[in-house]
């Protein structure tokens, strides 16, 4: 049994809903994210860009947040023998959980990690990635959508264990009004939250999100974000991607860059029987990313009854780590 990986996979991906919010997103012109990481092809694409282009891999500063985030928390859970859960939501490649992994484990405490994607792939990656470090740890990869996984703490949740929860890098790609409420949930009073990031450097908003807008409008990204059309039989040569900074209409006060595959011909097929049909000029949004403030951050989260009780940013102050705890 052990070259099996025993994975557990929330409704919220069985085959049926999945291709509903398939053929939802080619019928809106609005591909839900998830998509882009599907396939192990997409995955790798992927991993790629983050190794290449994310602070957290290539600017010392923010590995360094993330170590001195990492530390706190152990030094709050300063009671060795209590037992932990660690649920890593979005844990992509599982590099941070690892690290964090690192600081909190210890000989007299029992932690079980559960890395959360909605990729089957990078669940596994990360799995294994934890397994291949801390051979005896309890590990329990879950495949779920986070937007229709309301009840998936009380899935994996043990009154017996604190929970930890990790949010690294993922709520750039939610509206916050319909993430929030989710990530709220998981948590109960004094649980900790790891949430980071992405911000918009400097004391302009609008010039803080442009200077980072290379690290999105690349051949690398456009590769990676192409995939999920062509694999439905687009052509490239349907349309060019085209990146803008565009305001959130239901928050007026944050912004976000937006990926559109802006069609140059009439392009008309089929998934399984359902003709999708787009004319010249339309616009198809494949992506978006919202850009924040460590304020905006601050403000936003006690909204929701999470406090931040401290936070690191990388000396660009392009990305930024969070300490929370639920009110």
Known sequence: MLD????????????????????AGFTSCKINHKFHYDSVKQSQ??????????????????????AKCFKKTAEILDDNSLNL???????????????????????????TYYPVDVSLSLAIISAQKIREYFANLRVQPIVCDLLHSDDLISLVD?????????????????APE?????????????????????LAPGSDYLQGIQKVLPQYDNELTKEWLITVLLDAGVEAKDGTIKFTIE???????FKRIAAYFE?????????????????SKDRIRLFFSYRYTTPMIQEILKSYGIKVLDYWEAANQEEGVYLCQKL
């Open 45 to 66: 694409k992927w991993l790629k860009i983050h190794e290449t282009y994310s602070p957290a891999r290539q600017d010392e500063s923010c590995i360094d947040a993330y």
């Open 247 to 253: 305001q959130d209409e239901p928050n007026q006060q």
């Open 85 to 111: 859960n660690l649920i890593g939501l979005g844990c992509g490649g599982g590099e941070k959980d690892k690290l964090l992994v690192s600081q909190l484990l210890n000989s007299e405490r029992a932690l």
């Open 158 to 174: 043990n009154q017996d264990k604190r929970n930890i929860i990790t949010f690294f890098g993922m709520i750039p790609n939610f």
């Open 263 to 279: 069609l140059e011909n009439d392009v008309i097929f089929s998934l399984e029987n359902n003709l999708i049909e787009w004319r």
């Open 178 to 198: 319909e993430i929030l409420p989710i990530l709220s949930n998981f948590l109960s009073k004094g649980d900790i939250l790891l949430f980071s990031a992405n």
């Open 4 to 23: 099996f990986e025993k994975v557990y996979v929330h409704p919220s991906q069985f085959p049926e809903r999945v291709f509903q919010d398939y053929l």
